[in-house]
Every structure is written in structure tokens, then in C-alpha cells.
């Protein structure tokens, strides 16, 4: 008897923890630490989980099948269990789900939604984790979901997942940030759908606007229309978009990172990681009034934004140093009623819907009629383009966040005075020929071709000749091995600017000392002005240099694909002769060692200057690591590659010694140790091993270099051995980190905010790559107050160094071997 009693018990406590084995969980059932359910398609599953290094514990769903754990909700982000061992997710007797730690009798969390409870209920209330990885309370024996997770997502929507508004209930769906990546509760940045005005997406910082979509008018352009089909709901009930996924075999989320970047991802299968398919960052016109009132960015002109006609920069002085925020005034007053009218412009997002007025019942016709009789009226556009252009949109007010496309976007009426009407009329009535005009203007064009085309076809062939000489040369370089050896070296540049010798010549006054601006990776620099005024540095490739034609084709290959605010631009380059030359934007404020290490022109670096210099650089760095097209270890950050525009921004230079790490690639080795003593990390200069985290070592050195305007060698004349990150680990020891500051920023600085920076500084100079944070944890621990940064261990201190012979680097204090030398050539820059 007693042995049959002891069965039913084990029994009994086998069907109640057996709910980790299917996708449901049912009264009387419970999951704890370890356990999971799974969805029926096996792609979600639920359970117990504790991020990154934290110690926390947390009830969550994320992908069964990805071997990185990849959370996309969770159920306590705010009240976490300290010791997850004592948790029970269990169906309560309310019927709603809830998070027990031990046996205290209020749960940790609960569904908190209104269950109709019968007699028998109970028993046949269940919680289903579905295959679209919405987690869904009903009664197993009808269909009506009483609660679902999808009403409450955290930083992650899913496909069938709705953002808006529910009107009766007041649920807002919305994404909320993470703090961090190890801590999920609310963080700082939100992703909602405002529903006021033509219904827009915004990414905001509390009230601050971040980022802003297209609003939708029946078209989906900025909501990645070819991977989703979107559906709009409008009724007294709710008003929201749901989002499906054409292909349900992908899997595919939308992400709000702790930096406030949303980021559209899917899974590739063939190399196990999420591809980035979409960003709120992907130029700088994301950025929400990125050229404030009245004006209209474009990304594709060097300077960003434009007035829209008939206004004028607010402050011409922040526009001339390309600094658009303040906007644009109109140029003269509007006497409304006397002349003005309407200027349509064309292929544009159309401005910040919030304060608009939106009439569905009118024609676009109306709409100038309304707007016209309106003298508060600014402009007007259509409020749904998809079908017959119905609706109207009606400004009354600024206008702000407006950009140009190239493709795409939506006609914008703007208002304007009676002068600028009729300066667009005279020029569209000048742009016109009669016929009569139109066939004497062809005749004069033939003979005149007629006339010269001999001459012509003389010049041409020459001029073809020599381009294809040109062409010739410079695909042979290409087809020389690089330092960055991977299969996207190996694109054609046929989109590369060639310029001709003659006309670098001219810039440059045939190379005259007084343009020479310095000293590159292999060769020389020069200032230079081309014929249609642009402002040019030109590296000239020093001759005879078998290592530099490698660096030259490296920067080729690399900087031409990388696209970034805070990377040196390249203009094109020059293979003629013998001569081969790099072309790029002009930096007036020169390289940051010019500034930082000089005693006069440290005093113009203040604490603002120097702390965006530094994340700037951060930014740059975690571009070439993370987001660029192609994944880039730089192995030559220094502050002589550090270049300043100017408006002070950093923009990283000299590629001749960047590699590229193909998909899962984390390391790389070498034979030829490449860059620049002081800035190497031990790994690279002792064994040849190099990775991200190696240029995450150059980076903390500059960190400390650009706080203390010291250079990291020769700190001590009397003390060799002293190097910058000794002095800085002995005076964070010693408690006195902010006897590292630079005398030069004065006295006036945020004093935590420094010691913070000095700590990630010492973080990224750890003798292990391991221990080294990665540059997005970087930025985010620089960038954010609340992030716990780890407490430093001692740092690597880099040996110094004697001459012995001038292509390698040898120590009195060495603890290398002659066989590790043997295999390593060092080579300074």
C-alpha cells in the first residue's frame, strides 16, 4: 500500500513539472529554473533566464534555435528575482499567470488581467506559447485570448505584433528600451505610433524626438515594404499597424538597442547572425530636425541641408560650419492675400504630421483652397497618395523634419510670397522654347557639331586613349594582393573618381613646400584647391615603395566602401606616370597630435571639444567593427590619424594597415606587426595576433592621450620605462585619477564625468583581450550615467623600446624569445 502510495505521489510531481516538455502551461501546473516550453513549431520558447552578466533572474521568451540567445520579451523586466533557484511560474487561483519566489505569498509579477471565473474554469484555463511567439491566456475549450504578451512587448516587436492604440482600454504597444544589455527593465528611449495627425513612428528620449518615419499615406516606403506587407487599423476600437512578414520561414524582428537605434534584423541561417537590413541611424538625415524649421536635408550633398525656397538660414554663421539645427526664416515678410501661392516640391518626406490637420473627406484641390483662405497656412500635402491622392494635410506653423529623396516620397505644397512665385514663374517660362526657337537651336547645335567634329574627334581619341591607359594602370594595382585580404576586396571600383595628373599638379602648385601638409602611412601630403574650388589633401605615394603600393591599394579598396561621419572621405584617386595618389576631403583643423600635443593649441581643447573628439572616435571605431558593410580591424589608431574638420568633429584616416575580418571571424595573425609603438596591444606587438580588441587597446591610449595631452612614450625622460598608462594606472590606484587631467582645459569640468572616462580608458588597456570591453559597450558606458562600468585590473604596460636596426623594435626588458622574434618583424609608423 505504502509502495503504491509512493508511485501516485512521483507520479503526480511528474505531470506537474511536465509542462516543460509542450507549449502550454495549465492550472496546477508550474515551470521553474531550467525548464522551458516550447512553441509547437519550435521556434520560441519560455522560461527562466539571466542576461549577460547579470545574476538576476527573469521569465522571458526568445528563440529556441538560435545558439545566442536572442530575448524578445519579457514578463518582469521591472521587479527581477535575486535568486532564480526559489522561482514557480504557475497559473494562480485567479487564473492568472504569475512569478513566485519560494513561498512568499504575493507574486514577483502577475497578468493582472480579469479572469471570468466559474466552478470548473479553472481547470480549463491554459497559457499557449505560440509559433509567432505570442504568449496567450484562454479557455482551452473556446478561441478568445483573454491576455497576450503581445499587448506588452519590451524592445522587440515580432511580425504580427500591433503598435498603437487600443481606445477603449488605453493600452499603448509600444517598445521600450533596454537599460543595458545586461539589465532589461525600462530604459531611456521608446518606439511608439502617434496616432495624431497622418499616423507617424517616433523613436523619442522621454518628450525628445530622436527619429521620425514617413506618415502613412496608404504607401509603406520607409517601413521596409519588401520584406513586410503592412495592415492599418482605424476604427472606434483601436488604431494601430500590424506588420507581417511575406516569408514566415525567416525569422525577423524590429529592435530598440539601449542606445535608442532601432534596427530591423533577420536571421541568416547560412552564417548563424542576424543581419542589420534597416536603421534609424543610416545617414544623417535620420536624425529628427536634422535641419530645423523650413529647411530639407539631403543625404547625398556634402553639406545636408538646404532652405526651402523663399527662406534663408536663421544663422548663416552655424550654416557656413554646416550646422543646419536652428533652420530657416523667410526672406521677406508674407503678405498674405497679396501675390503668394503655392511652390510644389517634389520626391520629399513630408514634414512632422503632430500639428497638422488632417481632412480625409477632401480633394488635393481643396486643399490649396483651404490652405490658401488661411493666412496661418504654411502648406499642404496629400494625406493618402496610394489610389486616387485623397485627403489633405494642412501645416499651420513650422515646418520641420523635411528631407529630399531621390526616389520616392510625396509632393509638399509650400507657401511662399508673391516674389518668389513669380522668380519660379520666369524661370520655368525661361526653361521653355517655342517650337520655332526649339528647331533653330537644334540647327545651330548640328552645324556647330558638324563644324568641330573633326577637331573634336582628334581631342577624343586621345582623351580615350589616355583614360583607358589610366584605367589600365589602376586595375593592375588592383589586382596586386592587400593587406586586407577578403573576397569583397575584389569588386570592381569603376565608381572611383580618376583624376588627371595635370589637374592635381595645378591644385597643388606641382607639389610646392608650402602645400605640404605633412606626412603619410607611405608617403607624403599635400593641400590642394581643384578648378571648381573644393579644398583637397592629396597622398602622394613616395616612389620606389613596394610596401606603400600595398598600403595604397589597401586604402583604395577599403575607405572607397565605407561611408561615415566620423571616417576621412575619399575623393578619388591618381595612377599616371609614375605617380599614384589618394584624393580626400580637406581637413583645415589638420591631425589631432597637431592640436593635443602642441602647448598653445591644447588651450583651445576644452573639456566639450575633447569629450566629442573622444566619442566621436568611439563611433568610428565601432562603425569599422560592427556596422559598415564590411568588418574592419584598423591595427594604426593614433593620433596622427586622427583628423579634425572644421567644426572639430575626429574623422579617422590612414587604412594602408586595416584588414578585414570576414562574418564569424574574431582574430586574425601575422608575420609583419604593423603600426605604431605605444598604441599596439601586447598581443599584437608580441605575438602577431590581432582583433577588434586590438584596436580597442589604440583606442583607451588615445582616451588617456586626448584627458591628458600627453603622448603615451616618453612620458619620463628620466624614467624610459614610465609610459602614459603606467602613470595612469598608478594615479588611479592611488585615488587620484584627475592629476592625469591636461592642465590646458583650465579648471572648469564635469569631474565624475572625466574620472568615468579615464576608467574606460584603463578598461580598454587590459593586458588581456578578454578583459577589454568591445566598442559598443564603450559607447554605451561612456554615453550613459547609469551603466555600472567593472572596476580596472592593472593594465598592460607596453615595454619600451632601443634601436638596434631601423626596421625593428628591440627591448632591454624584453621577455621575448629569439624564436618569437625570429617570426615577428615589428615595424614602427
Known sequence: MVSLISLLVLHSLFINRLCHATDTITYNKFLREGETIVSDGGTYALGFFSPGISKLSYIGIWYNKIPEKTVVWVANRNNPMKDSSMGVLKINEDGNLAIFNGNEADP?????????????????????????????????NKEDILWQSFDYPTNTRLPGMKLGWNLKSGLNWSLTSWKSRDDPSTGDFTY??????????????????????????????????????????????????????????????????????????????????????????????????????????????????????????????????????KGCVRERELLCGKGDGFLKLEKMKIPDTS???????????????????????????????????????????????????????????????????????????????????????????????????????????????????????????????TLATNEETNAKFDDLTIFDLDAIMLATERFSLANKLGFGGFGPVYKGKLSDGREIAVKRLSKNSGQGLIEFKNEIVLIAKLRHRNLVQILGCCVEEDEKMLIYEYMPNKSLDFLLFDRTGSTSMDWRIRHNI?????????????????????????????????????????????????????????????????????????????????????????????????????????????????????????????????????????????????????????????????????????????????????????LTRNYKHPNSWTTGTSSWSANEMSTIIVEGR
Open 355 to 481: 500639428n497638422a490637420r488632417v481632412d480625409i473627406s477632401l480633394e488635393i484641390t481643396d486643399c490649396e483652397i483651404e490652405c490658401r483662405n488661411n493666412c496661418s497656412c504654411t502648406g499642404y500635402s496629400s494625406a493618402d497618395v496610394n489610389g486616387s491622392g485623397s485627403g489633405c494635410l494642412v501645416w499651420f506653423g513650422e515646418l520641420i523634419d523635411i528631407r529630399d529623396y531621390t526616389e520616392g516620397g510625396q509632393d509638399l505644397f509650400v507657401r511662399v510670397d508673391a516674389i518668389e512665385l513669380d522668380n519660379s514663374m520666369k524661370d520655368s517660362k525661361g526653361s521653355s522654347f517655342s517650337k520655332k526657337k526649339l528647331v533653330l537651336l537644334c540647327v545651330l547645335i548640328v552645324v556647330g557639331l558638324f563644324i568641330f567634329i573633326s577637331a573634336l574627334c582628334c581631342f577624343f581619341k586621345k582623351a580615350r586613349r589616355r583614360g583607358l591607359e589610366h584605367k589600365e594602370r589602376l586595375q593592375e594595382l588592383l589586382s596586386m594582393p
Open 108 to 140: 514577483v509579477w502577475s497578468t493582472k488581467v480579469s479572469v471570468p471565473m466559474s466552478d470548473n474554469i479553472s481547470s480549463t484555463l491554459i497559457y499557449k506559447l505560440l509559433n509567432t511567439g505570442n504568449l496567450v491566456l484562454r479557455d482551452e
Open 614 to 798: 573622444i566619442l566621436g572616435i568611439a563611433r568610428g571605431v565601432l562603425y569599422l567593427h560592427q556596422d559598415s558593410i564590411i568588418r574592419i580591424v584598423h591595427r594604426d589608431l593614433k593620433a596622427s590619424n586622427i583628423l579634425l574638420d572644421a567644426s572639430m568633429n575626429p574623422k579617422i584616416s590612414d587604412f594602408g594597415m586595416a584588414r578585414i575580418f570576414g562574418g564569424n571571424q574574431t582574430e586574425g595573425n601575422t608575420n609583419r606587426v604593423v603600426g605604431t609603438f605605444g598604441y599596439m596591444s601586447p598581443e599584437y606587438a608580441m605575438d602577431g595576433l590581432f582583433s577588434a580588441k586590438s584596436d580597442v587597446f589604440s583606442f583607451g591610449v588615445l582616451l588617456l592621450e586626448i584627458i591628458s595631452g600627453k603622448k603615451n612614450t616618453g612620458f619620463y625622460c628620466e624614467d624610459p620605462s614610465m609610459n602614459l598608462i603606467k602613470h595612469a594606472w598608478k594615479l588611479w590606484r592611488d585615488g587620484t585619477p584627475l592629476e592625469l587631467v591636461d592642465h590646458a582645459m583650465g579648471a572648469s569640468f564635469p569631474e565624475q564625468e572625466v574620472v568615468k572616462f579615464i576608467q574606460v580608458g584603463i578598461l580598454c588597456v587590459q593586458e588581456n583581450a578578454g578583459d577589454r570591453p568591445t566598442m559598443s559597450t564603450v559607447i554605451l558606458m561612456l554615453s550613459n550615467d547609469s551603466t555600472t562600468i567593472p572596476t580596472p585590473e592593472q593594465p598592460a604596460f607596453i
Open 192 to 325: 511608439n505610433f502617434d496616432p495624431t495627425g497622418a499616423p507617424e513612428f517616433f523613436i523619442k528620449k522621454g518628450l525628445r524626438k530622436l527619429w521620425r518615419s514617413e506618415p502613412w499615406n496608404g504607401l509603406a516606403k520607409t517601413l521596409h515594404s519588401s520584406t513586410y506587407y503592412y495592415t492599418f487599423v482605424n476604427n472606434p476600437d483601436e488604431i494601430s499597424i500590424i506588420a507581417n512578414s511575406y516569408n514566415t520561414s525567416v525569422l525577423s524582428r524590429l529592435y530598440l538597442d539601449e542606445l535608442g537605434i532601432g534596427r530591423r534584423l533577420n536571421w541568416i541561417e547560412d552564417t548563424q547572425t542576424w543581419s542589420n537590413i534597416w536603421s534609424s541611424s543610416d545617414d544623417s538625415c535620420d536624425y529628427y530636425g536634422k535641419c530645423g524649421s523650413f529647411g530639407s536635408c539631403h543625404s547625398s550633398n556634402g553639406h545636408y541641408c538646404s532652405c526651402l525656397p523663399g527662406f534663408e538660414p536663421k544663422s548663416p554663421r552655424d550654416w557656413d560650419l554646416k550646422d543646419g539645427s
